[in-house]
């Protein structure tokens, strides 16, 4: 089962998957930026940050452009208005990533050897959750009964993410060894940006799981 599409509604269809995987690239790039930066690459992190930018801005477009479509008249109005409402929040995802991105390349932090690991563990889990997103928006004109199991990996998925933020945030705050008080603040805050990103997919992914359910009801 899915949701029913008339012929002249397919490219909108294509054009909706084409957003979702702009989104999911934009995450990646920055993720990519993210670990060339932990590893003290960060001239090469600065250009991944600039790609990130432009899938950003092409993501975009396509929303824009969506967004025109469905105000001429696609799809039925309940369902026009839903799935306007979920675009809007996956493009916070790639709006997101771009601000994380950014605060990167312009702040700099210095992040303490002793929580990489953690931060590249939170970084794989980000890139899986972005594309089980992307597997929801997908299944909703493919497969409806695998949205809800798309959006169940990408709520668990999230709260992964936020069992490694606070475990991080013990070390800064109780065990390692930094003087000032606001570097511990800067770091938390490049930390906090990171889980924001998946905090994002997830009130997507709410608003999918409703879509899906409002079809099968």
């Known amino acids: 089962m899915a949701i029913f599409i ?26 990519h930026a993210l670990n060339l930066y932990l590893d003290g690459h960060k001239d090469e992190s600065k250009e991944y940050t600039k790609k990130v930018h432009k899938v950003e801005e092409e993501a975009d477009s396509y929303k824009r452009k969506i967004s025109k479509e469905m105000f001429e008249g696609a799809f039925m109005p309940s369902l026009r208005e839903s799935l306007y409402v979920a675009i809007d929040f996956i493009d ?11 605060i990167l390349t ?11 690991e953690n931060v590249k563990r939170m970084s794989e889990l980000t890139v899986q959750c972005a594309e089980k997103l992307r597997d929801g ?29 606070w475990k ?20 938390r805050e490049f930390i906090l940006r990171i889980n924001s990103i998946t905090n994002k997919m997830e009130d997507a992914s709410d608003k ?10």
Do not use: C, W
């Open 6 to 31: 008339h012929r002249k509604e397919r490219h909108i269809v294509e054009d909706i998957k084409r957003h979702v995987d702009l989104v999911v690239d934009t995450v990646k790039e920055y993720i």
């Open 106 to 116: 312009l702040v700099e932090p210095k992040i303490p050897k002793e929580i990489i």
């Open 168 to 187: 991080t945030l013990e070390m800064v705050f109780k065990e390692l060894k930094i003087e000032k008080f606001s570097v511990r603040m800067l770091i």
């Open 137 to 165: 928006v997908y299944n909703l004109f493919e497969n409806i009964d695998l949205v809800f199991e798309d959006m169940k990996g990408v709520e668990q998925l999230e709260g992964e993410v936020d069992k490694y933020v």
């Open 92 to 102: 916070r995802v790639a709006n997101e990533a771009e601000t994380s991105g950014d």
């Open 208 to 217: 999918i799981d409703l879509i899906a359910l409002r079809i099968k009801t």
